[in-house]
């Protein structure tokens, strides 16, 4: 088998068709999750075998190998990342390979107490930790689960082992969660958290996802300013990046925006995705994949994994069209893509 020098620098860059520059490897590490938000994922749900996984070796060699195309960033994700076996293993795996720069984790948080110093100590440093609300029923409504107190344990633990800044995001829907947007913003402001809300995106079980349901940026902008403090853009805001961030104007830090439906981002975006099963998607929303297990199992060398991925970002797709009659949501839910 050919093995690539992954230690030297990326010569390559993951360019594709619109110009878009791909630095950004999201990898799900499994579809099973010990909650179940509605927004999300069924209630009752068939998981993939655990064979089907891949393993943390099979994804050390696809991100040494991603590493030479032009991947730096690194984000791992699920269903529930922490259900995975011995995570921090994966962390550290990861974040010791030459040209990796930047490794996050994004999660429920329920587990996240007990493991946040290991996972610090193997090499994280960037940490997304989902709550949609600080109240008890609405969160059992909304994960069909106990466990509000644990998410909270879970954020201050990551604070404690060193992580700064925390992120939460709130996935915000109309009818649902405007009663939270206020107190969210407060507990952010109390203790230094970085606060976003996601407008909700059609990835959910059951096609429960309309228009009229989405909590628009707008609209949590209007709830922030009447209920704690007016805000004005962030000048130092991106206005490329996914979360476009505001300033309260009485000095208390700052709230992100992530309004993937009423402002798409999709033409600036430099993401590409794996999931826990292998399957390579150039796209949130991609209707189609590359089957990377298939071609690791079967003995493929590094140029052909390389190549696999260069043809998936120059295939990719302008952008997604939920706001069009052409939309067409993809069969896989956000749990098994890894969002
Ligand atoms: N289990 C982890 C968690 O919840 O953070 C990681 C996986 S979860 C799929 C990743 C992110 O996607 C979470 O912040 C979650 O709130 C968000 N999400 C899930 N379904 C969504 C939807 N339909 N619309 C918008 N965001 C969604
Ligand atoms: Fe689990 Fe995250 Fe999906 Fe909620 S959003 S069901 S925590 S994977």
Redesign the pocket.
Known sequence: MMVMNTSTAAVNRLIDRFGRVHNNLRISVTDR?NIR?V??MPENVEFLPKQSLLSYEEIERFVRVAVTQGIDKIRL?????LVRKDLPRLVEIIAKIPGIKDVGL????ILLAPMAKALWDAGLRRI???L?TLDPQRFLELTRRTGVEQVIEGIHAAKAAGFDPVKI???AIKGVTEADVVPLAKFSREYGLELRF???????AGDQ?ERGKVLFAAEILDLLSQGISPLLPDPKSDPRAPAQDYDYIDGGGRVGLIA?VSRPFCMSCNRVRLTADGKLRNCLFALNETDIRDLIRGGSDDETLAKALRDSVADKWEGHEINTARFIKPDRL??S???
């Open positions: 999750c938000c927004y999300c994700t699920g269903g529930e990342p994004t999660t429920n948080g997304n930790i989902s949609d995001n709130a996935v996601i407008e909700y995106m059609p990835l959910d996802w993937s956000m749990h893509i890894g969002g």
